[in-house]
């Protein structure tokens, strides 16, 4: 399917989820099954795609200190641009203050797994790289098709048959991708029906909003200050018209607000930024990194959250704690897998480094379903944005020097 008729087939899609969800309410719970076909089909993908990409990509730019430095100037970008998404929830939070005044009592939350840096570091490595890819840990896996494209770009002419193995598995899982995507619009409606259901219908959902209204908004409007950001980026480091760019990756973009998983909309992702005409050594391991470590829309609403959560508690948090909240939303958006809700977890993190009763994530728990799915959006615009701007920074240095 093209892809602007994909994009006006999923928006349909999801406005028909909102107004079976509203009118049905619980009953739209119905459609969950439609929803998690979709949503397993595209899960079903994303090993051999992962796998395929990462090798291909990193083995098709040939020489490992390219990849160092195209990697390097990758994490940079990944780093600025959350960067500058954590800089804009803390001024939106600072701005609104939507904690001020807010009831304390919230919903109780267990006391989630504390994850610290060692973790992270821990997470990229696996003993058992069967066994990361059964349990769907895609970092370590990452890890290892990093090196293997590597190694087998060293080997020169002996590498080249396992390197057409992986380019042939890659076509044919994105052969694949283009049958889901026939069934997509189905997917996203039953997804949105489902969830809006799940709430208790459009009453139950404005009831939730409105009790977390500030909240809601200071999230919403950063988000949408952000995408602003990410469009300007686009234009001027990777010199596309971020109109035409957001036509062609539009349908990635509703995925990601239907499935709520940057993970499960990478096969959407890839196969839309390929239509969009980004080079493949770029997209192909730029976007499946990005979309378990790059999340722009995650660690803009860690930071509102964190500051919410403080207003709420009555503790005014000085300019270095909100440099500390700064720091350790990113690596909480880093640490977060690219799944529904993971931000939540990852919490802990920035609660933690500034003195915050972790049972404060509870206040923000009954409307985090729909806020995930903002920022989702945005995270996966990120990795987007990033696949281009690294396009084109191969493409003026063709060469290494
Ligand atoms: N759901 C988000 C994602 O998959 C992660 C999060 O913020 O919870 O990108």
């Known amino acids: 399917m093209r892809h602007d008729r994909l994009l006006i087939a999923l928006v349909a899609g999801i406005a028909a989820g909102v107004l079976a969800g509203a009118w049905l309410g619980k009953d739209a719970v119905m459609f969950a099954w439609l929803g998690k076909l979709f949503l397993t089909m595209l899960k079903m993908l994303i090993v051999p795609l992962v796998v395929a990409s990462v090798i291909t990509g990193v083995a098709g730019l040939g020489d490992p200190r390219r990849f160092g430095r195209t990697g390097l100037f990758t994490l940079g970008y990944y780093l600025t641009t959350t960067f500058i998404a954590v800089s804009i929830g803390l001024l939106m939070a600072n701005l609104i203050a939507p904690g001020e005044g807010a009831a304390i009592a ?18 990229l490595v696996h003993p058992n790289i069967v066994a990361a890819a059964a349990e769907m840990k895609l970092l370590p896996l990452i890890t290892f098709s990093i090196a293997f494209g590597l190694a087998l770009a060293l080997l020169g002419a ?25 069934f997509a619009p189905v997917g996203v409606f039953a997804l949105v029906a489902a969830r809006l259901g799940k709430a208790g219908g459009a009453g139950a ?3 939730q909003l409105a009790a977390l209204g500030k909240y809601a908004l200071a999230v919403l409007l950063g988000l949408a200050l952000h995408a602003v950001m990410l469009s300007l980026i686009l234009r001027i480091f990777g010199g596309r018209n971020p109109r035409e760019y957001l036509r062609t990756i539009g349908a990635a973009l509703a995925t990601a607000f239907s499935t709520a998983s940057s993970s499960a909309t990478l096969p959407l992702t890839m196969e839309l930024v390929e239509e969009a005409g980004v080079d493949a050594r770029a997209r192909r391991f730029v976007l499946p990194l990005g979309a378990t470590v790059n999340m722009d829309g995650t660690a803009l609403y860690e930071a509102v959250a964190a500051l919410f959560i403080a207003q709420a508690y009555g503790m005014d948090l000085s300019f270095t704690q909100q440099v500390l909240v700064l720091l350790t939303a990113t690596l909480a958006a880093i640490g977060a897998a690219g799944i529904p809700e993971a931000g939540l977890v990852t919490m802990v993190i920035v609660l933690s480094a500034v003195g915050l009763p972790t049972e404060g994530i509870g206040l923000i728990l009954a409307i985090d379903w729909f806020l995930d799915r903002c920022r989702t959006t945005i995270n996966v615009y990120g990795d987007a944005v990033g696949a281009a701007v690294v396009a084109r920074r191969l493409a003026r240095h063709p060469t290494p020097s």
Do not use: N, Q, Y
């Not at 919230?106 to 997470?123: C, F, Q, R």
């Not at 044919?172 to 889901?180: D, G, Q, R």
């Open 205 to 207: 959902f404005w009831a």
């Open 106 to 123: 919230g919903e109780a939350h267990p006391k989630p797994p504390h994850v610290g840096l060692t973790d992270i570091i821990l997470s």
């Open 158 to 182: 002996r590498g080249e048959p396992a390197i057409a193995f992986m380019e042939a598995v890659h076509e044919a899982t994105m052969k694949i991708v283009h049958w889901i995507m026939w």
